[in-house]
């Protein structure tokens, strides 16, 4: 008779640092640099700098590179979506979570047991990465930002219509809309772009890179242009893209009149967009909301949810209503925006 498979808690173990693979003798997305790691995707608080060897994405890779150019890991190794590859004693595969370019779920296999960390995921079509792909496992390692049933994104082409309705409405006023630089800023453009906007998007001086490389990877972004040195009249009634720190400040000053708006799953949150001073909150986020959370635990079928990044309380207790074993993991060093 074969033995039974160890209990994942014998092979992965929650350490300091984050998650450690014992039988691989790597981390999965640590908050300190390691010796070895899986990074899920680029964003801040999962890849840091500074690792040995990564293992990853060549998205994920590139974003490294250009975020980290001397520090991005002593050693890259890329997998493909779907391809397995045996580290120590570990099948290591990556799968789409559908959050950003490059974004990956990890699935682990050893000794018959198979457990699947979500990373950061989203289950809403985005033109920009991959979809999210449920793989059926023993143990899904779910993120939990938007873990409250409050919090309902409306569909993302909706808020767009919203934007484009004001810029309508105030044609003489530069539209500034905070997003992320990574995956946020470049899923606007897309999704402008799929509602008929063809005029040029401006860019912040801190947006242009990640766009570029999007670009790089096949991603049409359409006209582009950088809003440092253009003049005031020309972003009358024009989009501008820049960090959400750069919305209310100085920056933002020089523009005409502007309408403040901010792109993210936070806006939910009317309170927080009237203390960043927006105007116009957009609720797009890169981030599975409260039904897409519940709908994932049940699709990876997973007799035990692990939670993790975010609010965990309400979505253990609920997967543990769903029959599920649940538990929160408690990782300390993640942030509760995608890119701090
Ligand atoms: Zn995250
Ligand atoms: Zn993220």
Do not use: N
């Not at 699935?107 to 457990?115: D, K, M, P, Q, T």
């Not at 309170?271 to 959370?293: C, F, K, M, N, T």
């Amino acid at each position: 008779m074969p033995a039974a498979p160890p209990s994942p808690e014998s092979w992965i173990s929650v350490r300091p640092y984050g998650l450690y693979v014992v039988p691989g003798r790597f981390y999965v997305d640590p908050t300190r640099a390691v010796d070895r790691a899986v990074i899920t995707h680029g964003h801040a608080d999962h890849a840091r700098p500074g690792h040995g060897h990564v293992l990853a994405t060549a998205e994920t890779l590139a974003i490294m590179r250009r975020r980290y150019p001397d520090a991005a890991g002593t050693t890259q190794q890329a997998l493909p979506y779907g391809e397995t590859l045996r580290v120590g004693d570990v099948d290591v595969r990556l799968v789409p979570a559908g959050h950003v370019l490059g974004s990956a779920q990890v699935v682990l296999e050893h000794a018959g047991s198979r457990v699947v960390v979500s990373g950061d995921y989203k289950r809403r079509p985005d033109p920009t990465c991959a979809p999210f792909e449920p793989v059926p496992c023993d143990v899904f390692v779910s993120e939990a930002t938007f873990g409250l049933p409050v919090f309902r994104h409306p569909p993302a082409g909706q808020e767009i219509a919203r934007l484009l309705h004001s810029l309508e409405l105030f044609p003489e006023r530069a539209h500034v809309v905070g997003t992320y630089a990574l995956g946020k800023c470049q899923r606007v453009i897309a999704l402008l772009r799929e509602a008929g906007y063809d005029r040029p998007v401006y860019l912040h001086g801190a947006l242009t890179g990640l766009c570029a490389l999007y670009e790089d990877h096949g991603i049409a972004l359409g006209d582009l242009r950088p809003a440092a040195g253009v003049p005031k009249d020309e972003l009358r009634g024009a989009v501008v893209l820049a960090p959400p720190a750069a919305i209310a400040d100085r920056w933002a000053r020089r523009l005409p009149d502007p309408v403040t708006a901010a792109a993210s799953g936070w806006m939910r949150v009317r309170q927080r967009a009237r203390q960043r001073g927006v105007e116009l909150p957009l609720v797009i986020s890169d981030h599975a909301d409260w039904d897409e959370l519940v709908a994932t635990i049940a699709d990876t079928g997973a007799p035990e949810i692990w939670i993790t990044h975010g609010r965990e309380e309400a979505l253990v207790h609920q997967a543990r209503k769903m029959g599920r074993r649940a538990l929160a993991l408690a990782l300390v060093g993640f942030e509760e925006d995608e890119d701090a």
